[in-house]
């Protein structure tokens, strides 16, 4: 039953994930690359945004980049949302995985609710092998970090791996 149960899960969080990454894949991410698109996105933040990336990002598959511009973006709606008078960072480092943080000075408190939110952020990184981290004690801050696979890429029916398989 349980066994059923996460398989369940876990289908319906690839579903959203394939969805989010063909459906709204934004051109900069496509055309520059992941460093790039996300400047563009912290330039767009309600809430000011420094981006770091200590050394410069080797070429990362798409599915990857998508990943990780998702959570970024997911998670600038949260502080911009829930802690309107807070600064964030994002930091990006590659090694053996695409390493993605986000943190914000707000009040702290958040918490993860299934299907939305950094509920939803955990179900998509779940699906590509991945997990969310979260620090957010009362008073604050909150960081946000997760390790993205490097294996992934996009194929045409979504995220697969390079070997074919899907994720």
Do not use: C, W
């Given at each position: 039953m349980?066994?059923?149960?996460?398989?369940?899960?876990?289908?319906?969080?690839?579903?959203?994930?394939?969805?989010?990454?063909?459906?709204?894949?934004?051109t900069?991410?496509?055309?520059r690359?992941?460093?790039?698109?996300?400047?563009?996105?912290?330039?767009?933040?309600?809430?000011p945004?420094?981006?770091?990336?200590?050394?410069?990002?080797?070429?990362?598959?798409?599915?990857?980049?998508?990943?990780?511009?998702?959570?970024?973006?997911?998670?600038?709606?949260?502080?911009?949302?829930?802690?309107?008078?807070a600064?964030?960072?994002?930091?990006?480092?590659?090694?053996?995985a695409?390493?993605?943080s986000?943190?914000?000075?707000?009040?702290?408190?958040?918490?993860?609710?299934?299907?939305?939110?950094?509920?939803?952020m955990?179900?998509?990184?779940?699906?590509?092998?991945?997990?969310?981290e979260?620090?957010?004690?009362?008073?604050?801050?909150?960081?946000?970090?997760?390790?993205?696979?490097?294996?992934?890429?996009?194929?045409?029916?979504?995220?697969?791996?390079?070997?074919?398989?899907?994720?």
């Amino acid at each position: 039953m349980f066994k059923r149960e996460a398989q369940d899960d876990a289908d319906r969080a690839l579903k959203a994930l394939r969805q989010t990454v063909s459906g709204i894949h934004p051109t900069v991410l496509s055309d520059r690359g992941l460093e790039p698109a996300v400047r563009e996105l912290a330039e767009r933040s309600a809430v000011p945004v420094t981006v770091r990336v200590p050394h410069a990002l080797p070429s990362l598959p798409e599915g990857v980049a998508a990943v990780a511009y998702f959570l970024i973006s997911e998670a600038l709606t949260n502080v911009a949302k829930h802690a309107p008078g807070a600064r964030a960072t994002v930091l990006l480092v590659v090694d053996d995985a695409l390493n993605v943080s986000v943190t914000d000075d707000g009040p702290g408190g958040a918490r993860v609710r299934p299907g939305r939110g950094l509920g939803g952020m955990s179900e998509r990184l779940a699906a590509v092998g991945s997990g969310l981290e979260i620090s957010s004690p009362e008073g604050g801050p909150t960081f946000l970090s997760a390790r993205v696979p490097l294996l992934l890429n996009q194929g045409e029916s979504g995220v697969v791996l390079e070997d074919g398989g899907e994720a």
